[in-house]
């Protein structure tokens, strides 16, 4: 199987999770290690005019999802991906769009990941998916993911 486009990720962002298409998401970036995903501030605006907690939220997870979506389908593997657990740290207001980047981190713990995966059809990993607001992190949040057949 070829490997997903970057058009192609945001399309099955926008078909399988409709709220990404409402707040604006777009796949900006793949490196093979670490995707970003983008979103306008204008769509996720709260009160204060800086961007919704919950629109920071959604992006930041939704980094760790796509990750893993493009991951599994550069292996030829699928699966549903669920969020299991997360925590997040607001550490300054976002006064701009949002990006967010997720990486796989170490490349050990995603291969013992993917094994574990393979040999019972179900694995958890931990990511990290981070947004800047200039050249600090505005906002850290690391997810436990769920992945099974």
């Known amino acids: 199987m070829p ?27 793949y490196s093979g290690e670490t995707l970003t995903l983008s979103a306008p501030l204008q769509n996720n605006i709260n ?6 907690g919950g629109s920071l939220y959604s992006v930041a997870v ?7 979506y493009t991951k599994l389908n550069e292996l030829d593997l ?7 657990q997360s ?12 990006i967010a980047t997720c990486s796989v981190g170490d490349i050990t713990t ?6 574990t995966f393979n040999k019972k059809g179900m694995a958890r990993i931990k990511l990290a998916s981070v947004i ?10 690391e997810g436990s993911y ?4």
């Open 132 to 141: 800047m607001q200039g050249d600090e992190a505005a906002v850290e949040f």
């Open 47 to 52: 009160h204060k005019s800086t961007a919704f």
């Open 78 to 84: 699928s699966g549903h991906i669920v969020i299991q």
């Open 62 to 68: 939704l980094a760790g999802w796509g990750l893993l």
């Open 3 to 29: 490997a997903i486009t970057l058009h192609d990720l945001q399309n099955k962002l926008h078909e399988q999770i409709p709220l990404t298409k409402t707040i604006g998401i777009r796949v900006t970036d």
């Open 87 to 98: 925590n997040v740290n607001y550490l300054q207001p976002v006064k701009s769009d949002i």
């Open 110 to 115: 995603f291969e013992r990941f993917i094994r």
């Open 146 to 149: 769920v992945v099974h057949v």
